[in-house]
């Protein structure tokens, strides 16, 4: 990393006292959080469920969980790193007035970040499709493993939001736990793709926007358009928008300037020298 670059970022950071920060998935990779995207912001692996097919479908369900069963323990275990913790701390020196994370894993907070909204919901919490019930996920691990001990039995690898790959695993026999209010039908609390973000929180992270004078957005290619949109709803307001991400994104042409590196040691830097 250049001085030239944390020289324009500082700059950036400076002139814009009332800064909001966007963060996606690149910020978590180094927390071994895997990013579903590649550089060129293409899948890496098969593309994710979606919610007509989790809503619609008991055998898609049954898949879903049974795979997010076998990745949980490590999603959970997962903890912040420097990014995360530079991010906090420039909260804590008044530099950053609001940060929007389209990342579920909870690790700006665990950082110790106070103004944070997830704008894609938190896979740590189940939510009932049916009452809108909200449980803990560690409770209804605990229920999928006692309803299914074949579960505890299997390792495998795992996408970003937990869930693991099983291309041949049978999982009809998958028992799958249901609302302890209504009976319902369980769903992590997270947007899925195919999935509109809820109104009310649109709406909330727009008005953060709004009282902003600045975007910079880390570690997203912006391939989703809940993400994407507050680019373009900044840039139509006026306000400037910086991003630092290693690969492509989809707002290049938006951008002041991008600043192509592993956003942790950039911001780790950024914090210190802000520092003095
Ligand atoms: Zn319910």
Redesign the pocket.
């Known amino acids: 990393m250049s001085s030239a670059t944390i020289d324009k970022l500082q700059q950036f950071i400076r002139q814009h006292p009332r800064l909001l920060v966007l963060t996606g998935a690149g910020i978590s990779t180094a927390s071994g959080i895997p990013d579903y995207r590649d550089e060129k912001g293409a899948w890496k692996l098969r593309q994710p469920m979606t919610f007509a097919e989790f809503a619609g479908c008991h055998r898609a369900r049954q898949r879903y969980w049974a795979r997010s069963a076998l990745g949980w323990p490590r999603f959970d275990r997962a903890q912040p790193n420097e990014a995360h913790q530079a991010l906090a701390e420039l909260e804590n020196l008044g530099f950053v007035k609001n940060l929007i994370t389209q990342n579920v894993d909870r690790l700006h907070q665990l950082a110790g970040h106070n103004n944070v909204i997830d704008l894609h919901g938190l896979l740590h919490e189940v939510i ?1 499709l ?2 809108g ?1 909200i449980m803990p996920r560690q409770q209804m691990q605990e229920a999928l493993l006692t309803a299914n001990p074949v579960l505890t039995e299997m390792k495998v690898t795992q996408a970003p939001d937990g869930d693991a790959h099983l291309e041949l695993f049978d999982f009809s026999s998958i028992v799958i736990p249901r ?1 302890k ?2 009976d ?1 039908v369980l769903k992590p609390n997270v947007v899925f793709f195919g999935e509109n973000v809820p109104r009310q929180r649109v709406e909330f992270s727009l008005q953060a926007l709004q009282r902003t004078d600045a975007l910079l957005v880390i570690g997203s290619s912006l391939q989703v358009f809940s993400g994407f949109r507050f680019v373009r709803n900044a840039v139509q307001a006026g306000k400037s928008v910086a991003a630092i991400n290693l690969g492509q994104t989809r707002a290049e042409d938006l951008f002041l300037f991008q600043v192509r590196e592993h956003c942790g040691p950039i911001l780790t830097e950024l914090a210190r020298t802000l520092t003095e």
Do not use: I, K, P, S
């Open positions: 009932c049916d009452c019930a609302c209010e209504c319902g």
